[in-house]
């Protein structure tokens, strides 16, 4: 490591002139030590110190908690703030020549890799309002700071010439000469050199620009943003986690390990296995589970849980009760320790409150003895946290003046209040382009993809008064390219930007928008999402070469990071379920506006989409999407309302519509963008469809009237178009396009257990994993009392219907597609209900009708109704109606509602009619006939291409 560090502090002048910090030089090369041998000493207080740091941690989140909840004062702007803004007012700080490179030629001896960062300057500078360099003498209401970052960058590269093992001289060289080269280097850029501009300005006194300006003001730009990732580098980076997950293993037994190598010490090493096995597997658990142990552990922690409560309740701790504590916490792990400081928390507040009552009802005694120690110990406390009080100790009358009219600081000063509307922080981003490549550099077209976004713009606004936090972004383009065919580089995603109305070219591609407790006071937190619609285009050779890109070697098998990304997922899905429940509990409004316009994908024969060459294609519109709230309305003076009417408001609304889902067949030559606009044509294989979804959400949970969660589904027609044509061209489309390559997956029959297939519970910390996990999943729901038990609450009560299903079939004869049959289902539903001892389920259909259309040839020309389903005399009714009841039998009324049934179907048909028409059903069996003869030929041609 080489570098240096200089600081330039001007004591005689330190309220006026600049305080400098520089560091010029650092550079920093780092190899792994794989000579290290295991020291059982080193080992335990290192063990000791991650729990230490584990238990630190869990008890600053528990701080955190416990502050969380509590009001803030509300503080004016004070003595130490005001000096930390005179620190930074005039503080320069200078980075310059930085190199930090990691090399790793162990993991794979044949493909060494090396990880660096490099930075060529970082300038923290204080300048005037016109942005120029500049020393501030004087107290200013204003304070602006120049941030310039220039070539920061990370590499990754694979199969690297290494500098260990050189002169020291000859390494120092190296790692400066890659600063200066910059772009020009070889080096294999993860992210390639950034250079970047912020404009840092403090308003230290905003109440004399009447609070319109922020306390502090940030802008950021980005120029270029450039990151990479070539197939090698995905390989080392899987490898690198494959050696991390070795190393974890191998510290389970590094102290068993022999010290020599295996050739010519095969007994040896066949011991090592063999210890391994009966010390962490066989012999530990019996310890573990032996009744010694568990008595052992038992008291453990009984001690260390008395000894808490004395640690909380005594002013200083004494050595014997310290080591009391060190003896427990080597012997406990993370879960217990954590369990039972809870519990010696709980125990020692209520001593606490036993004792203070103790003293209450001991009369006016105490105050004779007590008062003047508590006056005391009041005063020392105030003169250490007081730093004020510290200052007057020190300064005398004149230095202090001396020292507040530096920092422009009055005593007594008048304590302003801040209005809602005023904005302490504001953070302005702009990020002009950002590209992200995928490459192969074994191919001559190295690059695979390229996802290009542009103008991406963020703020972030912070309102002290209100507890208010506003987050705002957009982004006007992105763009994706797939991998290079000849000449061609195909468009696989862009932004549709043709033939919009005025008010869509306002919008941009992305536009976001999150914001807590709003100036108009309409909802407690609102979400908005606007998207312009993209053109998804399928490019077969970019697919195929991604599915090979992400392909991991054979010889890697990463279990346990595959565990632990799917345990962090599953804490992150638990977690935000957790913060939304905790959301409606507190009856917090949230305004969600979401509408994303209608996006489409396009499947062109081949898989590959070109715009001088024409072929036919597979369009498929992913429709508009909207979703959005409904606030409930309070209801003017006092209206008498119905008690359905009240239960209709104690739902959160939201209300979901997806408009226009279409699936068309196109041909070469034939204009889709118009046809995409139509709601039907002979190119429609499904017709535009609109679902529509309401969701409710209740407020009360012990309410056995209302249902917890309503959700309502409602289609009202699809719609579907088949002919013998196009369903051939159909298969064609799909055969004609390459599938990836891919090697067969080793299974895990293919391969003998080995040693990341140990379960991980062998170490000490380990042992309780499963509790951890536990106890760090969300609470429970409250329980309900036992009264409350004998109701049967709804939880889920589930409402679909489809109004119309249409099934068009055509025959292809002379150039055009005749109409054939036409399938027709009514009033298809579904209702289930959840409740606390039962689940129904109600299932409906309306009517089913099959009709000949091939009619041209009768003398009326009437359409033949094969399948009819006859209305009944009453009125509309049913078809088919299913219900399906399945009781809990444990319910208290299972005997008396239920009737010690635990399951019951009822199904009610009421009428079908059928009809044999010569000619109909032998002109199916001719449509079933070629159309089976197609398909057969369609799949043979696919085959002798191929």
Excluded at 740 to 754: N, S
Excluded at 788 to 808: A, C, G, P
Aim: glycine share 4%; charged share 25%.
């Amino acid at each position: 490591m080489s570098g240096k560090l200089t600081l330039k502090i001007p004591w005689k002048n330190l309220y006026t002139e600049p305080v400098i910090a520089t560091i010029d030089g650092l550079y920093a090369l780092a190899v792994p030590n794989v000579g290290i041998k295991y020291n059982a000493e080193k080992e335990k207080k290192e063990a000791q110190e991650n729990k230490q740091k584990k238990l630190q941690a869990l008890e600053e989140v528990k701080k955190l908690e416990a502050e969380k909840d509590k009001p803030k004062e509300k503080k004016k702007d004070s003595f130490a703030e005001k000096f930390a803004t005179q620190v930074i007012k005039n503080l320069q700080v200078e980075v310059r020549n930085i190199h930090v490179r990691y090399e790793d030629k162990y993991t794979n001896p044949l493909q060494p890799f090396s990880i660096g960062v490099t930075l060529k300057e970082l300038l923290f500078r204080t300048t005037d309002s016109n942005w120029q360099p500049c020393i501030i003498k004087e107290a200013v209401s204003q304070i602006h700071k120049l941030v310039k970052l220039e070539q920061l960058a990370v590499y990754w590269n694979s199969h690297s010439n290494l500098y260990e093992g050189k002169e020291k001289a000859e390494i120092l060289k190296s790692l400066k000469s890659a600063i200066q080269e910059g772009n020009k280097t070889n080096f294999q850029h993860l992210i390639r050199p950034i250079s970047s501009v912020a404009h840092l300005k403090i308003t230290t006194k905003p109440e004399e620009h009447d609070f319109k300006q922020p306390k502090i003001f940030l802008s950021v730009i980005f120029d270029d943003i450039s990151i990479g990732l070539a197939k090698t580098q995905y390989n080392d980076v899987l490898e690198m986690l494959e050696g991390f997950e070795r190393l974890s293993l191998m510290g389970v037994y590094k102290k068993y390990k022999p010290s020599v190598p295996l050739r010519g010490h095969i007994r040896t090493w066949w011991h090592f296995a063999y210890t391994s096995i009966l010390e962490e597997m066989v012999r530990r658990r019996r310890r573990m589970w032996s009744w010694q142990h568990i008595k052992l552990h038992r008291d453990m922690k009984l001690r260390y849980k008395e000894a808490y409560v004395r640690k909380l309740e005594a002013k200083k701790v004494p050595a014997d009760l310290q080591k009391t504590l060190d003896e427990c916490e080597e012997f406990l792990d993370v879960f217990n320790l954590t369990v039972l400081r809870q519990q010696a928390e709980v125990e020692a507040e209520k001593r606490g409150a036993q004792r203070a009552e103790d003293k209450k009802n001991a009369g006016w005694f105490g105050g004779w003895f007590g008062g003047g120690k508590k006056k005391d110990e009041g005063k020392a406390k105030g003169e250490i946290e007081n730093i004020q009080q510290q200052f007057y100790e020190q300064f005398n009358l004149e230095e202090k003046n001396k020292l507040y009219e530096a920092i422009g600081y009055q005593e007594n000063e008048v304590d302003l209040t801040l209005p809602k509307t005023f904005v302490a922080l504001r953070i302005v981003t702009k990020l002009n382009n950002l590209s992200v490549t995928l490459r192969d550099d074994s191919k001559s077209d190295s690059q695979l993809l390229k996802l290009q976004l542009k103008n991406v713009y963020s703020t972030v606004e912070q309102r002290p008064a209100a507890s208010a936090i506003k987050v705002n972004a957009k982004m006007d383009k992105m763009t994706v390219l797939g991998t290079q065919q000849g000449e061609i580089i195909p468009h696989m995603v862009s932004s549709v930007l043709e033939k919009l109305t005025e008010q869509e070219e306002a919008l941009s591609l992305i536009d976001f928008l999150f914001e807590t407790n709003p100036l108009d006071g309409l909802c407690d937190a609102r979400v908005r999402v606007n998207a312009r619609p993209l053109q998804i285009i399928y490019d077969a050779v970019t697919v195929n070469h991604l599915a090979n890109f992400f392909q991991p070697p054979q010889d890697i098998q990463l279990k346990q990071l595959s565990q632990l990304a799917m345990s962090k997922y599953e804490d992150i899905k638990e977690q935000s379920a957790t913060s939304l429940q905790h959301a409606i509990d507190l009856k917090k409004y949230t305004e969600i506006a979401v509408d994303l316009m209608s996006s489409y994908i396009i499947v062109p024969h081949g898989g590959l989409w070109t715009k001088h060459k024409d072929v036919s294609k597979l369009i498929l519109d992913l429709g508009h999407l909207k979703i959005g709230t409904q606030k409930r309305l309070s209801e003017e003076g006092h209206k008498r309302e119905s008690i359905e009417e009240v239960m209709g408001k104690a739902y959160d609304t939201f209300n979901i519509s997806l408009d226009s889902v279409q699936l068309m067949m196109i041909h070469a030559g034939e204009d889709w963008k118009s046809i995409r606009r139509l709601r039907d044509s002979p190119m429609h294989i499904l017709c535009p469809i609109s679902l529509s979804v309401l969701l409710q959400k209740c407020m009360f949970e012990n309410d056995q009237r209302m249902a917890k969660m309503k959700i309502k589904g409602l289609i009202p027609l699809l719609s579907l178009n088949i002919s013998d044509r196009r369903l051939h061209e159909v298969i064609s489309l799909a055969t004609s396009i390459p599938l990836p390559e891919l090697e067969p997956a080793v299974t895990k029959g293919d391969f003998v257990q080995g040693a990341t297939d140990i379960p991980l519970a062998l170490t000490d910390d380990d042992m309780g994993m499963s509790e951890k996990v536990l106890a760090l999943k969300p609470a429970a729901p409250p329980t309900r009392s036992q009264s409350q038990e004998s109701f049967n609450y709804t939880d889920v009560e589930l409402e679909f219907e489809l109004k119309k299903i249409t099934l068009n079939i055509s025959q292809h004869q002379k150039d055009v597609d005749l109409p054939l049959l036409r399938l027709m289902i009514n009033d298809l539903g579904t209702m289930v209900k959840v409740r606390t001892f039962d689940l129904g389920v109600e299932a409906s259909l309306g009517g089913i009708y099959l009709q000949y259309l091939k009619t041209e040839e009768l003398a009326d020309k009437s359409v033949i109704n094969l399948v009819n389903t006859p209305r009944s005399a009453t009125g509309h009714s049913n078809l088919l109606l299913v219900s399906f009841l399945k009781a809990n039998v444990d319910a208290p009324d299972f005997a008396t509602t239920y009737k010690k049934t635990e399951q019951s179907l009822n199904v009610e048909f009421s009428a079908l009619e059928l009809l044999l028409h010569q000619e109909a059903i032998l002109d199916l069996i001719v449509f079933a006939e070629s159309l089976r003869v197609t398909m057969s030929n369609g799949c043979q041609g696919h085959g002798d291409s191929t």
